[in-house]
């Protein structure tokens, strides 16, 4: 299967994809939606603010992990110690062997090794945004993340990312696609994301949010996502919890 390519500088695409959402084609940027799924307050927030911000270095310099994978499994452990992975040289190893065995067994590390296209700027019907690996037959996004993965499957942002970018290539091509991917380069994990009936109204309501935050939306009800989040200052969650640790009442 041919996949056709646009390949455009990954910066460059960045600062187009964040400059502002495109509310005129009703199209959600993938950064965008993985934000309103993990916080639409936060979204609302990074709307706001001047997009004139890069991939830090290190999200390049992990990706490019992926591409090494048999030469990081052939290295000595000693050897991994200056590599951008997150765990232990010799937990590294292990978990990126098992993977491959894993998938080996399971008929998909060459496809996974060996995609058809990479870093394809892919529009859909509601979404757009790069996709990393492209894989055929069967038609297949790959994202690859820069954190830890879950104990188990992918976290609810990834998802509705995940969900996002086989939608897009979906749309693209004119045809199905039942599952993506995702690869955590830095803990040497792949996981497969099937597009299930629950993932995809999830998808869904999450895209509803993203077109429709246009005034700051509750805060989340999860407050450890809060502890990462740059805007906590500005949405008043440590003032607040300041608040309330000095008994000047609760939320
Ligand atoms: S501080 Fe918490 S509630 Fe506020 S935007 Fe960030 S994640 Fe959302």
Redesign the pocket.
Known sequence: MKVPICRIDPADLFQRLRARPDVSGELVSFSDLRTAA??P??LY?RRGEDADQSPPQRVDEIRALERRYETLLGAPAGALEDERIAVSPVTYRESLAATRDRLTAAGEWERLRNPETRDVLVTGRDCRGVVHKVLADPLEPVLIATGRPPDRGVWASQSVHAVAAAKALAWSHETGVDRAWLEYPAHGVVRSVPLTLHRTQRYRATLETARDCDGPPP??QN?S??ES?E??DQ?G?RTRTLRSLLGFGSE
């Open positions: 993990y916080c307050r936060k927030y805060r989340t407050r996502k809060c989040c805007y906590a949405c969650v």
